[in-house]
C-alpha cells in the first residue's frame, strides 16, 4: 500500500472539470498539499494507507471557492452606510470613515475577520483590493490562506501612500520582493477606477504591469453615473480611454463591468479581458445588472466575487453564486442561461482561470493543488438530493460547509476553525465597532 497524508471519502465529488460530471462514492488521496489521486472508494482503501481518514457519507467535496473581488478590510464597515446608491455610499459614508481610521492595525484585524468568514463558507483564495496590501497578504499568509493581493493606485494621498510615484514603487515592492515566490500569495494592480488615475499614470502602470506579467484589477463601469461623468471629463468612456492607453489585454479584472455595449464586449472578448462578476453587491447599491450570458456568449471570461461586507453584506460565495445564476435567467428571459454547472465554474475554476491560477486551483484533479472543501447535503433545505450540482447552487447555505483544505492543510474541521482564534477576532471586531460609532454617531452597544 502507498502512503499519503489524507484520504477524503464523501458520497459525492464534483470536480468541476469536466462540467456536469459527478462521482460517486470516490475517494481523493492528497499528499504534501496536493491531490494525487481520484478513484473509487473501495480502489483507494486497498491501494492507500493515509495518515488520516476522513469520511464524510452526506457531503459533497468539491474545489473551494474563489472570490475574485473583495476589499477584506472592510468587514469592520459592515452595515455602516446602508440604503445609498454606490457614489453617495462613498462620499457620505465609506470614504469619510476610511480616512479616520484605515491604518495597518485596522486593516490586520478586518482582514482577519473577512478569512474566518470566508473559510466558514468554502472560500479558498481572495483577490483583494485595499489599503496596506503588505498587511493584507501578511494576515493571509499567517492564516495558510491562499490570496491575490491588489495594490491600490491613486493619485491622491493616504494612509499608505502619499502620490503615485510611491504606490507604484510601494507595489513594485510587494511584487518583486516579499512575495514573488510565495506557495499562496501572488499579487496584482489595483487601481481604483479610470477617475483615479491620469493618462500619464495609466501609462506607467501599464509599462511595470507588462513587465512584471501580472493582473490589473479595477473597478469599470458598475454604474451609469461613471460613464456619464467619464465622458464629461474626458470625452470617452472608461472602458475606451482603457483601451487607447494599452490597458484592454488578458491582464485585465474588470471589476463589476455593469453597463458595457456589445462593441465593449466584443473587444473584451477579442483581447482576453475578465469580468469580476459581483451580483449582490450590484444589486444592493442599485448599479445595474451585468450581462453575463452576453459575455460568455461572446466568449468573454466571467468569474464572481462579492465585494466588500460593506456594500454585499457578506462574504459567501454560495449566496453569490446563487444570485448570479438567477439574474443571468432573469435578464435573459431563459431558464437555462446559466446553469447549476455553470453557476458553480463560475465560483471556482473561471474564478482561478481570472487570476492565471487555473493550473494550480479551481477543479479537482490530480496534480493540483489541494484546495477542497465539503458541504453537508443532509440537512433539510437540501433533502432530497436528485442532483448535488443543483442541490449546491440553488439550495445549500455556507453553514453546511463543513471542512476546508488550502494546500493540503485542514482549516476547518467539522464546521470549526482549527488556525484562528474566533474569540479574539470577534472582540477586536467589537472594539472596532465602538471606536468607529463614536465618528458616525451610532450608539454604543
Not at 469592520?76 to 453617495?88: A, K, N, V, Y
Request: hydrophobic content about 45%.
Amino acid at each position: 500500500m502507498k502512503h499519503c497524508d489524507t484520504l477524503i471519502a464523501p458520497r459525492w465529488c464534483v470536480p468541476v472539470q469536466p462540467a456536469g460530471r459527478v462521482l460517486e462514492e470516490h475517494a481523493v488521496a492528497l499528499d504534501d498539499g496536493r491531490i494525487i489521486d481520484i478513484l473509487p472508494r473501495a480502489d483507494a482503501l486497498q491501494k492507500y494507507q493515509p495518515s488520516v481518514t476522513v469520511e464524510r457519507p452526506d457531503h459533497a467535496l468539491l474545489p473551494g471557492f474563489v472570490n475574485t473581488h473583495t476589499h477584506a478590510a472592510m468587514t469592520l464597515l459592515r452595515g455602516i452606510s446602508d440604503d445609498l446608491p454606490l457614489q453617495r455610499w462613498l462620499t457620505e459614508g465609506i470614504w469619510p470613515v476610511e480616512k479616520r481610521w484605515v491604518s495597518a492595525e485596522m486593516v490586520r484585524d478586518g482582514t482577519e475577520l473577512a478569512i474566518a468568514e470566508m473559510l466558514r463558507g468554502g472560500t479558498t483564495c481572495f483577490c483583494d483590493q485595499y489599503f496596506f496590501p503588505e498587511v493584507v497578504a501578511a494576515t493571509a499568509n499567517d492564516a495558510h490562506m491562499r490570496a491575490n493581493i491588489g495594490t491600490p493606485i491613486i493619485e491622491f494621498p493616504t494612509a499608505w501612500a502619499n502620490n503615485v510615484s510611491e504606490y507604484l514603487s510601494k507595489a513594485s515592492d510587494l511584487v518583486h520582493d516579499r512575495f514573488a515566490d510565495h506557495p499562496l500569495i501572488s499579487t496584482s494592480f489595483a487601481p481604483h477606477s479610470s477617475a483615479a488615475l491620469t493618462d500619464d499614470s495609466f501609462r506607467d502602470l501599464r509599462v511595470i504591469a507588462d513587465q512584471l506579467d501580472i493582473r490589473v484589477q479595477i473597478h469599470l463601469h458598475e454604474t451609469l453615473g461613471e460613464i456619464e461623468r467619464a465622458v464629461a471629463e474626458t470625452g470617452k468612456r472608461p472602458f475606451a480611454r482603457l483601451a487607447d492607453l494599452g490597458l484592454v489585454n488578458r491582464s485585465l479584472i474588470a471589476v463589476h463591468a455593469v453597463h458595457m455595449n456589445d462593441e465593449e464586449i466584443a473587444l473584451m472578448a477579442d483581447r482576453g479581458v475578465s469580468v469580476a462578476h459581483c451580483p449582490k453587491s450590484n444589486l444592493k447599491l442599485a448599479s445595474g445588472i451585468a450581462p453575463v450570458t452576453s459575455y460568455r456568449d461572446a466568449g468573454v471570461h466571467v468569474a464572481i466575487g462579492t465585494d466588500s461586507a460593506a456594500s454585499n453584506n457578506s462574504l459567501d460565495m454560495l449566496s453569490e453564486i446563487q444570485t448570479a445564476a438567477l439574474l443571468a435567467r432573469a435578464r435573459s428571459n431563459s431558464a437555462d442561461a446559466l446553469t447549476a454547472a455553470d453557476a458553480l465554474r463560475l465560483g471556482t475554476l473561471d474564478g482561478a482561470a481570472a487570476l492565471g491560477l487555473e493550473n494550480e486551483i479551481g477543479s479537482i484533479e490530480t496534480g493540483k493543488a489541494a484546495d477542497l472543501i465539503s458541504i453537508d447535503l443532509a440537512q433539510i433545505n437540501t433533502q432530497p438530493v436528485y442532483d448535488p450540482i443543483s442541490a449546491i447552487a440553488f439550495a445549500a447555505r455556507a453553514d453546511q460547509v463543513r471542512d476546508v483544505w488550502i494546500a493540503g492543510r485542514h482549516l476547518l474541521e467539522n464546521g470549526e476553525l482549527t488556525h484562528m482564534n474566533v474569540a479574539r477576532i470577534l472582540a477586536r471586531s467589537h472594539e472596532w465597532r465602538n471606536r468607529i460609532a463614536t465618528q458616525t454617531g451610532r450608539p454604543n452597544e
